[in-house]
């Protein structure tokens, strides 16, 4: 699949740097800066007005979870994890945090624009399916509806694939989705009342 | 007592490139020779030259030969792929690299100064100017590397976004002359026009046998179907000769452009590196003590940004009439913006140069 990269919205995004002071700070800062980028760092904690931010880089090495005002994983922009020691276990708190992309302790010269755009990318894409698994849960959990709609109108002598095509055609005139055209279907009641599409 | 300071030259006088290698030593044998001969400077510039032959494998071990002596700074490499090999010489040894020919963007290394023009100031406005003029109708070509792919990536993007097609993309490894598909692609796709972002030879190979394809059919004569270029300047009309006639360049000086600092040029790229050299020179007068890059340009910055060590040039758009180019519009003077991240400055198509 060819997904074009969201490039053109870096340009005065706020990066948030949370790390002690140190060179790897200022040579992050450095790139981000000429990238374009306002960059701010904090250290120990964030508060709420990180909420604010685009990006958020973190120390995968003294970092916890108490450190960001969300759950972990639940960031609401991309993380990007500096790592410097790649003990397994910092790596699984980093994942476990949240980190969509990474970047190795010491930070040179760059490196940072391919990371933000991987971050961008990763968290774009988590969004994406968050979204979509969220629809079809719910659609999945609207089964039951369908099924109670369908007998419904089945029980005035139609088939039940001709219900289920009526059902369908119903949700296509009255533009809403097929579970919610059940929904109208079962709370209009259990026979005549059901409405016909036009 | 004038300050002796070694400065290192790292240019290729042989290979396909040769011809811009050449244009920019000269730039900075100019510049040396004029600050050597100054009884006012402060110092004298000796040059600590080598030659990688345009062997992209000598790049890295020559600058690390320069960067060995005294030397801190290295006025050299013309292709991306060079600049992107010396780098981490730079990173190790301490170096800074200052490059001055254009370049694709996407790129502000702590060690590189850029003189040159980057797609701010080359292509989009080449594009800007285009578009109007010819449809939005694009056949893209380029040398199989960095320069090329990046360059045809932003046109493509850029002509989408006006609505415009691309009618066709192709590559040639550097130095191949096998030209003969671009062509007939061109032929049988009549664009509006066409975006050469091949270099040396392949470009020379590709202008002839395009010239010849305008003979033949007068829709693809330059006044029709012009070819556009970021990267041809003077230093390589000698190679072209009648094949240049026609075409359209963007670049931030034109030979007898008036304004440039420190006289008139062969072509920008002598232009930019004599101005590389100047500049090096009078930071160096003013902060004789500084360690590294980031402390001599501190406090002292002039024509170069401190947060993306480039450089805010003229912007023109020349076209090839009888062997030299004739500037037809000036787009006023713009900012370096490599990862093009700042708004857009919408400069006023007729805007004098002002320097």
Redesign the interface.
Known sequence: MKRPLR??N???AKALILHRPHPTVQ?LT??L?????NVEQIWPCLDASALGADFVFFDADMGHDDQFPWSPGASPMPMIALIGSEAPGRIEWSLEAGAHAQMLKPV???GA?ATLLVARAAFDAQAALSDEIAGLRRRLGERQTVIRAVTLLAARGETEAEAYDRLRQMAMAWRITLEEAAARVVAAGKDTNVPRHG | MKRRVALGLLYSRSGSYALIGEACRAGALSAIAQINADPESHLIFEPVERDPAGNIDLYAPLCAEILQTTAQHVIGCVTSWSRKEV?PVL?KLGGTLWYSVPYEG??????VVYTHACPNQHLLPLLDWAIPAHGRRAYLTGSNYIWGWEMNRLARDIVQTAGGQILGERYLPIGSTDVSRMIEEIRASRPDFILNSLIGPSSYEFMAAYRALGVQDKAFHPSRCPVLSCNVTEAELPALGDCAEGLIAAGPYFRGQQGWPGGTFGSSHEAATFVAVRELARLLARRPQAKGL?DLLSGACDIIDP???HTELPVLIARVEQGSFRVLQHRGTLAG???????RARTAPQLRVVQ
């Open positions: 490039i053109h870096l340009g005065g040579a450095r790139q800066t000429a990238i374009g980028l040179g010269d760059n624009y | 780098i990173e996407f790129e502000a290394s702590d060690h980031a947060d993306t060590h913006d490599p990862y093009l991240t700042r708004p």
